[in-house]
């Protein structure tokens, strides 16, 4: 008795063995497998943050847009996340609207010609809208030009499609969408970022917790000469000039001062040296129409970033305002086609 | 091409699908792996592949006609040491040569100065030239009988998973393993698995998460007078250059591995080193391996006495720092160690305090300081930069410990104090132990490995180049 009982547990141990001899002559295959189930498992149970378009394919689809929009959104990270195309579009009936902003981004001529290329050859009424922060008339922004990266970019990643930025995206590191309070004070918390990447190129975000405050010590810095330094005067006679030339064609042009909380407002202004009657002067004397949307009334997630219902409202602002300059234009032709009209039957 | 790449990941299970059948035919093998090499290579800048060819050549031909013409040895090999000097010279001191020259006609009030050519450094160009130059001085000194076969030859010299950041292989050492094929057994392979999961951890997750805090640092956007900060600045940046290279080396050791072949140990431990020396016979491996092979002994080692060994290590660490670049900085890097070298030498200290109880521990630690002490010099943007770190380092009258909780992450924190846990593991010996070969131990480790390969997917730093690329 004894004897057989023996000899199960040696069959068993046995039994044990080979299966763990199974396991070590697999080992690579075992833990390839195990990692696999992992990253599947904690890629699927994980909570997004991150909705919409995927990432990496939302940007080589901007960087790629050409010939197929009427009405094109042009700026930096404060209009790429404060202007909602669809939106407008409620408004603006028949007209394909397209937010065509990057993070950081500096209004250089080959930006704005590649805002230029995007409004489709065919459309009947063509025209862009400079979201005009004062950090985009800087040097700093127009040497280290997110949209220079993001064009670069598309040359190294021309296989990428939705399917594979899908998997990029579920493969992205746990922690992407958290950060911490400057420099990473832990004791602060984790900020969280919530960030829905649409297919008409806004980017609707959000932050918890949301802190008006955040972006005022960065502004109070970036414009020092060691940053993005001042406004520059010879970018923003180039953007003049480039208005002035878009007129020539027909081409509408609509400008309005970025949103921001009354604090980052007057760092620009003081800081930056962004004199907005000067330059809102030269704007209309090009043939812009100036849209005053009185920027500090809009609530933002960090003091310079829209929060996705303020963005809302700014893009509902600027659809009914362009509506209503384009309604007075239409009655203002008629009228005075009313008025030729005698000339016109003699 | 990174091997942190997804590019990397298509282009090495491509290649392993077509790698069991075509290494069964050696013409096949070393095409095979030539061609793979070349493209892996090419993803950087495929007009580089020239240089690499050309390099090659010229080693392979000066190979062959010193077998062909003994009596004209010595000048093929200067015509080898001259081309493969000339094209590093070129590419990587140029500039730093003519931006001295410069300087010292100003000093002297002169205008004149000769232009920058500023030519793109080709990655890895340092360790194939060095790699090629061994070729032709072993056949030179009559250690290796020069292939007849120039794909045998470009698989040994462009072999892909050592080719941009080393291990530096000796020909003598791999050329007669791409001569056969060795069948890979399980064992093999899972050594290559383990090599590669913590190699990809090491440089993912490690020296990825501390990458940003030390660029921080160094780009002085940071709070300079922080004595604490700057310490655990240093600390932070030898273990993430540590982290960097070995984990480049332990994928490479790895994928070797999956092919059937052999690559030599790079890194062992280097801060568990209680002597300079030791430190550089456990730090990059092949590198000083190959400066006192064709460096410090053909320039007469320590057998001339021991002023002229000291002359001849000064020389050799002084070139050594200069391969890492063409800067001042490595230069003093490079000397620092020279003079830790030379007070070890003339004073024996590290035996002495090994001698006494507990001595070899601190040993230990007062070598790992020098050596963090010398990385300052290495990782600073200019020697000046270099010497108020230093002065931050010891100005004890500023702790600044507010600053260090500011500007360093938990998350570099807790990387850091595990690489230091890993070290202690190790250096306690627990590591070693024979319970790590029981069944469950085994298990444990299979299962390790797999979770340190998840750990580089979603826990992974913001994706840079390894650091010893642009050397």
Partial sequence: MRRSMGRNSNDSRATTARKMGFLLQERTVVALGFSLLLIFGLGFSRHSDVSGVPDRYFWKMKVSWRDCADLVITGDSRALRAVSPGEMERWLPNTRVLNYSFGHVGYTEPYLRAAENVLARKSSRKGVILCISPLSLTKGAADQNEFVYRRELLAKEKYMNPHLARLFHFLRPLASNVEHEEGGKASRGPIRYSQAYRADGWIATDRTPRNEAAAVAGYSTVFGPERDGPVSPDIVDSVVRTVAAWRQKAIEVYGFRAPACPEVLGLENTRGGFDEKAFVDKFTRAGGIWLDLDPGSFRTYDGSHLCPEAAVRLSRELGQRIRAVRAKEKQEVSSSADLGAPDAAQ | ?471
């Fill in chain 2, 1 to 471: 091409m990174l091997f942190n790449s997804p590019e990397f990941i298509v282009f090495i299970a491509l290649f392993f699908v077509a790698w069991p059948i075509l290494r069964k035919w050696k013409t096949a093998r070393w095409g095979y792996l030539t061609a793979a090499s070349f493209f892996f290579y090419g993803w950087w800048d495929w007009r580089f592949v020239f240089l690499i060819l050309a390099s090659g050549f010229i080693d392979f031909f000066a190979a062959m006609a010193m077998v062909r013409w003994p009596s004209k040895r010595k000048l093929l090999l200067v015509a080898s040491i001259v081309g493969n000097v000339g094209s590093l010279g070129a590419f990587k001191y140029l500039d730093f040569f003519t931006g001295n020259i410069n300087w010292i006609f100003a000093c002297f009030g002169s205008d004149f100065s000769l232009p920058l050519l500023h030519f793109p450094l080709p990655v890895g160009i340092s360790f194939y030239t060095f790699q090629s130059m061994s070729y032709t001085i072993d056949v030179y000194r009559g250690k290796l009988t020069p292939t007849r076969n120039v794909l045998h030859f470009f698989a040994y010299l462009a072999m892909f998973p050592q080719l941009v950041a080393g291990p530096i292989v000796r020909a003598t050492y791999l050329l007669p393993q791409l001569e056969h094929v060795v069948p890979t057994t399980e064992e093999k392979r899972w050594e290559g698995m383990r090599l590669i999961a913590y190699g990809f951890f090491k440089k993912m997750v490690v020296a990825d998460t501390i990458a940003p805090v030390v660029n921080n640092a160094f780009a002085m956007e940071t709070p300079l007078a922080s004595c604490s900060y700057w310490w655990i600045v240093m600390v932070m940046f030898a273990f993430q250059i540590y982290c960097d290279f070995s984990g480049y080396s332990d994928i490479a050791r790895g994928l070797a591995k999956w092919m059937g072949y052999e690559f030599p140990l790079n890194f062992d431990h280097p801060y568990l080193s209680s002597s300079i020396r030791e430190f550089w016979k456990r730090w990059h491996i092949s590198l000083s391996s190959w400066f006192q092979d064709y460096v410090y002994i053909p320039l007469g080692g320590s057998r001339r006495g021991a002023a002229a060994g000291l002359r001849n290590m000064w020389i050799a660490m002084l070139v050594s720092g200069l391969w890492h670049g063409a800067s001042w900085t490595f230069l003093a890097w490079g000397a620092m160690h020279a003079l830790y070298l030379t007070i070890e030498r003339k004073t024996r200290w590290p035996e002495k305090l090994a001698g006494i109880r507990g001595g070899r521990h601190i040993a230990v630690l007062v070598i790992f300081l020098m050596v963090l002490f010398a990385w300052v010099f290495f990782r600073a943007e200019s020697l000046d930069q270099a010497g108020v770190i230093i002065l931050r380092m010891f100005d004890v009258g500023y702790p600044g410990v507010a600053a260090a909780a500011e500007f360093i992450t938990w998350k570099a924190v807790l990387v850091t104090g595990l690489m230091i846990g890993r070290q202690a593991v190790v250096y306690s010996g627990l590591h070693d132990r024979k319970w790590r070969d029981s069944r469950w131990a085994v298990a444990a480790h299979t299962i390790a490995v797999g979770v340190l390969l998840t750990a580089c997917v979603f826990f992974r730093g913001p994706g840079a180049a390894f650091i010893y690329f642009q050397f």
